[in-house]
């Protein structure tokens, strides 16, 4: 069992950055694959970003590749998401998300909800123009 508690979210102007955190506690932090979601009002909860055990594979949503950047620190037992030249279009309530199970280097095995057991509460971004 891990629990996850994200933190960094806020408002800002289009064009700017904010630095999105989630800490994990409650089990072995190494073993998860891990990944953050965002789900906007009335939308869908869609993949953003996803990251291997070992932090040597990332994958990125189409609609924020060059933008974000996904990472974790093993030590801290916690993983980031650097976003910037942020966009209206990016507000939401992001979530990060682990999972134990095994996969594959492709962006497929990170993109749906079901592809995570464990949530956090979310962080609210909000990006005005």
């Known amino acids: 069992q891990v629990q996850l508690v994200e933190s960094g979210g806020g408002s800002v102007q289009a064009g700017g950055s904010l630095r999105l955190s989630c800490v994990t506690s409650?089990?072995?932090?190494?073993?998860?694959?891990m990944g953050w979601f965002r789900q906007a009002p009335g939308k869908e909860r869609e993949a953003v970003a996803g990251i291997s055990i070992g932090g040597y594979y990332t994958c990125y949503a189409d609609s924020v590749k060059g933008r974000f950047t996904i990472s974790r620190d093993r030590a801290k037992k916690t993983l980031y998401q650097q976003m910037g030249s942020l966009k209206p279009e990016d507000t939401g309530m992001y979530y990060c998300?682990?999972?134990?199970?095994?996969?594959?280097?492709?962006?497929?095995?990170?993109?749906?909800?079901?592809?995570?057991?464990?949530w956090g509460q979310g962080t609210q971004v909000t990006v005005s123009s």
């Open positions: 998300a682990a999972d134990t199970r095994s996969r594959g280097n492709d962006y497929s095995y990170y993109a749906r909800p079901a592809d995570f057991v464990y």
């Open positions: 409650g089990d072995t932090y190494g073993s998860y694959y």
